[in-house]
């Protein structure tokens, strides 16, 4: 049976922030269809791939024409004709024929979505679902999800500094047990929210709108929360945070919007780890700016193995810059976003980068997203242990948790979940 690419088409889809993204659909020679949906990020690393908008006055600059074009074009051309289960292959492709180092021809939300469209294509023509496809013959593993409680920066208008305050529940013993805490904490955080007064809503990825005095006030609100769910902060329930400190911190020097003060490396440093003395934190996410590589270095070995330090915009998904951060023993954790990349097969040799540097891996959404669930198979037929996909609430973000429930269910006795053991555990948990 003829399993080739026969046709590449792309349309204009809209996100959860109501702006236009791609989707793309592969079509193979024996009628076998793969889809798949760019996702958009508004906190971004210098270094990933561009997210191809048109500029001008059509939704507000962020229409998406000429990416589509793209699609329908030169990327339908290359392709036609090529084996979907060659992804490595079809990547290559698409790699050659953008040329540039970060999709900026193309566009990144072009190839990402083809790219896992036809990954996508591959497994339905296999008759399997996709996280069995990339898997092959191997185990596969549920992963421990990462949830936001609450948003901040970029997330919520810069109400505080901290872009994420999420949660990790490391006393679980399934996929569907974590999500029963983390249900819990969430309901408890929006209760004390409307005891305080503060409730205001949620933010971009369904965290609860972040109305603090200062930082430090909203960690302790998310203890609080985790208490009051009834879980031990730290033992069944532990603290991540995403500093995203690229969005505040520039030439070694961090601006706290909230806090009204400016510190210098040292003093951001000296911060984070007063924070790690007096918070149940498990894991800090890009803690210094993307630029700060002595920052990084320097806050890694004060911290030493009391927290797991995640690249995000430090790494942007990439291969290279992951080893030379393992060699310079700058983190210990890399999250993985294929938009970063721009194809599957970058995003792979990321993930494995990481593997090889023993650094924990997370699979991640962004914070424009969709209906699609690509990330959820991705993170395990990978087998990356973890999964961030924002917080408790949007659909958006519930069709990715959902879809993991239905996946373990499916799996039934075999399933393994990866709980606790996918972080890079702090002394004490």
């Known amino acids: 049976m003829n399993h080739a690419i026969a046709r590449v088409g792309a349309r204009r889809v809209w996100d959860s922030r109501g702006r236009p993204t791609l989707e793309a659909e592969v079509v193979l020679a024996n009628g076998a269809m ?6 958009a990020g508004v906190s971004r690393g210098s270094r990933e791939a561009i997210d191809l908008r048109d500029g001008g006055v059509r939704f507000g600059g962020m229409d ?40 900026a021809k193309l566009g990144g939300n072009a190839t990402v979505a083809v790219s896992l469209a036809v990954a996508h294509a591959a497994a339905a023509a296999a008759g399997i679902p996709l996280y069995r496809y990339l898997a092959g013959n191997g185990p596969v593993t549920l992963p421990l999800p990462e949830i936001q409680i609450f948003g901040g920066g970029a997330h919520a208008g810069r109400r505080i500094d901290l872009q994420d305050l999420m949660v990790l529940p490391v006393g679980a ?41 200062t930082n430090e ?12 769910a009834g879980f031990a902060p730290g033992t069944e329930v532990a603290i991540a945070l995403d500093v995203a400190a690229s969005e505040f911190g520039r ?19 000296e911060l984070l780890l007063s924070w790690l003395d007096r918070y149940p934190i498990a894991s800090i996410e890009d803690p210094l700016a993307e630029d700060d590589r002595d920052g990084w270095i320097a806050f890694a070995r004060a911290a030493g193995t009391r927290v797991e330090i995640v690249g995000d915009d430090y790494l942007t998904t990439n291969a290279a810059r992951i080893a030379q951060a393992a060699a310079d023993n700058a983190c210990n954790a890399v999250l993985i976003k294929p938009n970063q990349a721009g194809t599957l097969t970058e995003t792979l040799a ?18 424009g997203e969709t209906e699609d669930t690509s990330i959820v198979h991705l993170a395990i037929g990978w087998n990356a242990g973890r999964l961030k996909v924002g917080s408790f609430a949007r659909s958006e973000r519930m069709a990715k948790w959902n879809e993991a429930l239905r996946i373990e269910e499916a799996l039934g006795v075999s399933a393994v979940f990866a709980g606790r053991g996918a972080l890079t555990l702090p002394r004490g948990l």
């Open 34 to 39: 793969g889809r798949a949906i760019a996702p």
């Open 64 to 103: 998406i024409a000429s990416a589509i074009d793209n699609v329908r074009g030169p990327i339908a051309g290359a392709l036609a004709g090529q084996d979907p289960f060659d992804q490595a292959t079809v990547d290559a492709a698409l790699v050659a024929l953008d040329g540039t180092p970060n999709k």
């Open 173 to 213: 013993t399934s996929f569907a047990h974590a999500l029963d805490m983390i249900a819990e904490v969430y309901r408890a955080a929006g209760e004390l929210m409307r005891d305080a007064g503060n409730l205001a809503g949620v933010a971009d990825e369904g965290g609860w709108w972040p109305t603090f005095a």
């Open 217 to 228: 006030e909203a960690l302790a609100m998310l203890v609080r929360a985790i208490e009051r």
């Open 251 to 269: 030439g070694g020097r961090y601006r706290l919007g909230l806090d009204r003060r400016e510190l210098d490396r040292d003093g951001m440093i």
């Open 350 to 367: 990321a993930l494995e980068a990481g593997r090889r540097a023993g650094f924990a891996t997370i699979v991640s959404a962004r914070s």
